[in-house]
């Protein structure tokens, strides 16, 4: 489970069943669902803050992690159904200081996730964000 995906190239499929979150132009194939928030940490201290959401969470396990390269990943757990859904992050550093990320959140099986995805994807922002 260490292969990261490529922001760049990701290309989502058809099936309403992900949730993208990237700055503009950071994904050149896939259109992101909405911008994430630009922070006043240092890209490995916001690395360190997703390490430790992700480590506190519920449900989230098989975590593979990589500091030089300032990725995440890991695979969640739906409560009811315990389907797996697997999650990306990717740090990434802001001319003048300062971090934001991408987050690609996604089924593995199923047309739609009722909105699970999108879900997650904004708890873990605001568990980053807040504390």
């Given at each position: 489970?260490?292969?990261?995906?490529?922001?760049?190239?990701?290309?989502?499929?058809?099936?309403?069943?992900?949730?993208?979150?990237?700055?503009d132009?950071?994904c050149?194939?896939?259109?992101?669902?909405?911008?994430?928030?630009?922070?006043?940490?240092?890209?490995?201290?916001?690395?360190?803050?997703?390490?430790?959401?992700?480590?506190?969470s519920?449900?989230?396990?098989?975590?593979?992690?990589?500091?030089?390269?300032?990725?995440?990943?890991?695979?969640?757990?739906?409560?009811?159904?315990?389907?797996?859904d697997?999650?990306?992050?990717?740090?990434?550093?802001?001319?003048?200081?300062?971090?934001?990320?991408?987050?690609?959140?996604?089924?593995?099986?199923?047309?739609?996730?009722?909105?699970?995805?999108?879900?997650?994807v904004?708890?873990?922002?605001a568990?980053?964000?807040?504390?």
């Amino acid at each position: 489970m260490t292969d990261f995906i490529n922001f760049k190239t990701l290309k989502r499929p058809p099936k309403p069943n992900t949730c993208l979150v990237a700055p503009d132009n950071h994904c050149l194939a896939a259109e992101p669902d909405f911008a994430p928030p630009e922070l006043d940490l240092t890209p490995r201290g916001l690395f360190s803050k997703f390490s430790e959401v992700i480590a506190a969470s519920r449900g989230f396990g098989k975590t593979s992690t990589d500091a030089d390269t300032l990725r995440l990943k890991f695979v969640a757990t739906t409560g009811l159904m315990r389907f797996k859904d697997d999650v990306d992050i990717e740090i990434i550093p802001l001319d003048g200081g300062g971090a934001t990320f991408a987050i690609y959140s996604r089924s593995r099986v199923g047309y739609s996730d009722l909105g699970a995805n999108q879900k997650r994807v904004k708890k873990i922002i605001a568990d980053v964000t807040t504390n």
